[in-house]
């Protein structure tokens, strides 16, 4: 057994990081690497996560069940806005609106019928969305209490647009509502590895949503992210492939899909809270190919596993490593110790390389403090 | 305040897709080099860090990283959105909207 190396928990936002990854002096690398290890900061840290759990309860108002809102920001900053659409109304005439509460609510129901997961917190927490945020906003995201949309490109000319509207795809409303999921489960710090699970299993259930609503079965399915997201301007199917991670898009203006799919292709970088949307490549191909190993539909095999693993196993600091002998380990739990599940479970996890018995270390086990310090030159690169 | 090139990248996001330029002080037109010399007095860009909120990042919030630089002087910053002073804004926008532009122009 090769030991995890967890020398301090993975509690490192990017205000820390700017002063590290300064191209300074040495002494001032080192000033760097002694403020990350100041305790007394890191209690900060620990106490503003805390805080921002502490935020989300607080609008949990326990509902009975499917309960939605869908407000617009008419393109100010301001959330959640106006509200335009609640649960129950007939839809609106603005596609976007209809789209985050239909999304929504077949989110929702993945959960429910296949989790038995009553909404964000399992309390029936109501679903807010806020779509029209800002001016040519390419961008939604989780704000702790809510799933926020902007509008792609829509303020420049049509031939000039690279981005959609957010609310397009079906699995990106999966993959923001699943962040709030994590938010309360295994609260998975945003940064390095554990951020990069967090992602993986946004796109793991955002994924799972769209499947489901199609009625595909894991060989049917594209298991592409963001499809229809791209405008036709660009060189590119969507925005993150779980099946072949790297190759969703290849564009002179854009550049090319950075993912990488195996632990020796693994991009240690601290743009991108440490790479959490690259990195989850490896994780999110491992799921692919447990899937596709077990057949039928994703959601209910490979799914279970990994829902379970989310919601009672991983933990703040997680890294791929435990990830991956974790849903080996509920695999046997739910389906047995041999079985083909539990197989198929190893089998996606050797094919990323890693090994859930840990006899084969990956090139990147290290907690995230150890890959910060070898990113900027303070720790020997592995071997 | 005085600059001679800023590197600006925006990283993360949903889509995780880096914007990225390096702005040479000298490259831009006058009047926009002044907006930025003002914005940048006008945040106190080299008091910045110990203005952003101490708080973890939100999923799918966009990075930003900035870093000013004056003959051997030079200051960073990188912070997501929602750690921003509402000040920083302004600037974010031209800066981004520079990096927008020399993206689509590069063919
Ligand atoms: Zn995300």
Known sequence: MTAHLHPINCIVPPHMLEKIATNGTEAQRNLAIETLKASERMRGQRRALMDFSAAAFRVAAAGAGKERIVYDAKNGTSLPGTPVRKEGDPPSSDVAVNEAYDGSGVTYDLFKDIYDRNSIDNNGMRMDSTVHYRKGYDNAFWNGEQMVYGDGDEDLPPAERLFNRFTIAIDIIGHELTHGVTQFEAKLVYSFQPGALNESMSDVFGSLVKQRHLNQTAAEADWIIGAGLLTENVNGVGIRSMKEPGTAYNDPVLGKDPQPGHMKDYVNTVSDNGGVHINSGIPNRAFYITATELGGYAWEKAGQIWYVTLRDKLGTNSQFQDCANLTYAVAADLFGAGSLEQMAVKKGWAEVGINVDGTTPPPEPGGCLESLLRIIGAAPAKK | ?107
């Open chain 2, 1 to 107: 305040m005085k600059f001679e090139k800023i590197r600006f990248e925006r990283s993360g996001g949903f889509a995780g897709i880096r914007l990225a330029t390096e702005i040479e002080a000298e490259a831009l037109p006058e009047d926009q080099k002044k907006e930025i010399a003002e914005l940048l007095d006008d945040m106190d860009f080299e008091e910045l860090p110990a203005k952003l909120a101490n708080r973890m990042p939100l999923p799918d919030e966009f990075v930003y990283s900035i870093v000013v630089e004056f003959g051997d002087q030079k200051y960073e910053v990188m912070a997501g959105e929602s750690a921003l002073p509402g000040d920083a804004q302004p600037l974010i926008e031209i800066l981004e909207g520079i990096a927008k532009q020399r993206m689509r122009k590069k063919d």
